[in-house]
């Protein structure tokens, strides 16, 4: 198929929930990577069948001139995800015109390693822009499955129409990734964004399950080691949905807190251990490694995964890492959150995002976020639905309407990005984020406390989770049900907030043209059965020029 659209070149840059601190990981559980468990990373047929492709294959990163393929090896049965073991095996790729590879137009090899968990990159270049292509791996005589892909559109393209999937916050435990297996159906994506937590630390049965896990990670522990980090990544690649997706178009994926541990930052994490469970420094590295190798994905300056994408004239898309230069969160809502000198973003990389926004040509200024800038005040809920919701947002139970991993917790940070786009008539920014497992279509104002009579800066679409729990699953209720009741206190208390969706799951679809940019809204049936149906749920969009939200009534 020809599809239309793109991302592009500029790789540029410089580069949540509760539950609260589980049980300590042991230390033996840490460091058995060897132990039988983790042969549960590998289909069944690994075990009499090698070399194999048994973790699918995927593309990353599209630039106007290629594109970053990836897949994993299994050389022999022994060399599961983790073990540190296996032999070097080369491994080839051919990119082509077609998907039966008659017209092939690129080709080579390199060698996946122990050293590298048998995972290989390749970073194609010399391609058309704009143009779909199928690529697949080989190694001793075994083929990968193959794959589409997508260029992006020259720099200076007169794209259009853009059309991305848009998801968040997948808990493997939790169902299964029915959103996953509907985006890749669609046939009509250009790319799809993973706006963070594609993968959750936790250990069997600690994490936002309603009580079932309805499949058990790998490894049963917690994530704490490199071995970990890989077997988990691994277990998640086993996934028949993700890797459909991953399949059938280019992702382009940030981190937020659960790719490293909860409630992250820069010197460690509201779930994280010293001394148990080694140092920050140590466990982050592996978190940081691990997720390179696994996933296909360009690191920026010092190993982050802040950069830049262009599509055209039409949008770039800049892409924020919020974890690894920022402040601890406070625990109180007093004046700390307003303290110039505590950040969410560190110094270089908001100049780079500001840069980035001013210079911008393009008609549309995306900007992956993996946590909401919005600001939030819970208003005055009812103490049955106050507890839960403070529960899933990280909340004081006592009800403090602040949550302070999200922008709301680094108010100086948020007030000059919004006070840098008011100040150089900055247009069509539009925020794109995961994380709070919750859909919201927002305003971004100037001052919350005044608005709609002062102004908004940008708009913000939020994606719910993929199967993390969102209001109902805390208290196992019907889904809607607890919606109905929140939703209206949210936006009474929010004036910005144009909808909020506290108890579904799934994904967006957002699409733009030069006149607006509508995020369509779908939901799925049931995270636990793998057949999930998912039907479109609301959408809404920005026009050109207004920084603001309004409601449509029909899917794009």
């Not at 049965?205 to 980090?229: C, F, M, Q, S, W």
């Not at 690191?299 to 039409?314: E, Q, V």
């Not at 601890?328 to 969410?344: A, S, W, Y």
């Amino acid at each position: 198929m020809t599809s239309r659209y793109r991302s592009s070149n500029t790789s540029e840059g410089p580069n949540s929930l509760t539950p609260r601190r589980r049980t300590v990981v042991k230390a033996a559980a840490a460091t058995a990577v060897l132990a039988g468990p983790l042969a549960a990373t590998l289909p069944a047929r690994a075990v009499d069948q090698a070399p194999a492709f048994l973790h699918g294959v995927a593309s990353g990163d599209p630039l106007p001139d290629g594109v970053l393929l990836w897949t994993r090896v299994t050389p022999v049965p022994e060399a599961i995800p983790g073990s540190g073991i296996g032999p070097d095996t080369e491994v080839s790729w051919t990119v082509a015109r077609d998907k039966a590879f008659t017209n092939v137009v690129a080709k080579g090899s390199t060698t996946a390693t122990a050293a590298s968990d048998h995972t290989v990159k390749a970073d194609i270049r010399g391609l058309e822009p704009g143009t779909d292509y199928w690529f697949r791996f080989s190694a001793g005589g075994t083929d990968s499955p193959a794959a589409r892909t997508r260029t992006a559109p020259a720099h200076d393209a007169a794209v259009t129409g853009l059309r991305f999937g848009v998801v968040s916050c997948a808990n493997w435990e939790a169902g299964y990734f029915a959103p996953y297996r509907h985006l890749a159906a669609r046939g009509d994506l250009d790319a799809w964004l993973h706006l963070g937590d594609y993968i959750y630390e936790y250990g069997t049965g600690e994490y936002g399950t309603r009580g079932t896990v309805v499949r058990p990670h790998a490894p049963a522990h917690e994530i704490v080691t490199l071995a970990d980090y890989r077997t988990r990544h691994a277990r998640y690649k086993t996934d028949p949905d993700l890797q459909a997706l991953h399949a059938a178009a280019p992702v382009v994926a940030i981190w937020d807190d659960h790719e490293f541990a909860n409630d992250a930052w820069t010197g460690g994490a509201e779930n994280h251990t010293e001394g148990a469970e080694g140092t920050w420094s140590a466990r982050q590295a592996a978190a940081k490694q691990a997720y390179f190798e696994w996933m296909p994905v360009r690191p920026a300056i010092a190993g982050t995964t802040y950069r830049r994408l262009r599509f055209g004239k039409l949008a770039d898309l800049s892409l924020l890492d919020l974890r690894s230069f920022r402040s601890q969160q406070v625990k109180t809502g007093n004046g700390e959150v307003d303290d110039p000198d505590r950040t969410l973003t560190g110094r270089a990389q908001l100049d780079w995002l500001k840069a980035g926004l001013q210079a911008s040509d393009t008609t549309w200024r995306l900007v992956g976020n993996s946590v909401m800038i919005s600001p939030f005040a819970i208003g005055s809920l009812s103490a049955d639905l106050l507890k839960p919701l403070a529960k899933l947002l990280g909340l004081p139970q006592e009800g403090l309407a602040l949550n302070t991993d999200q922008w709301d917790g680094y108010t100086d940070d948020r007030r000059e990005i919004l006070t840098h786009l008011r100040a150089n008539a900055i247009r069509n920014t539009v925020f794109l984020t995961g994380d709070i497992h919750m859909a919201w279509a927002n305003d971004v104002p100037v001052d919350a406390g005044t608005y709609p009579l002062s102004p908004s800066a940008a708009t913000e679409f939020v994606v719910t989770s993929v199967t993390s729990d969102n209001l109902d699953d805390i208290v196992k209720v019907p889904e809607g049900t607890l919606s109905a009741v929140a939703s209206p206190v949210i936006r009474a208390a929010n004036r910005h907030v144009h909808w909020v969706d506290t108890d579904r799951h799934g994904f967006g679809v957002l699409d733009i043209t030069a006149e607006r940019a509508q995020m369509d809204y779908y939901v799925i049936s049931d995270r636990a059965k793998r057949d999930a149906t998912a039907k479109w749920s609301r959408s809404y969009r920005t026009r050109s020029g207004t920084q603001k939200m309004e409601r449509v009534y029909d899917p794009v």
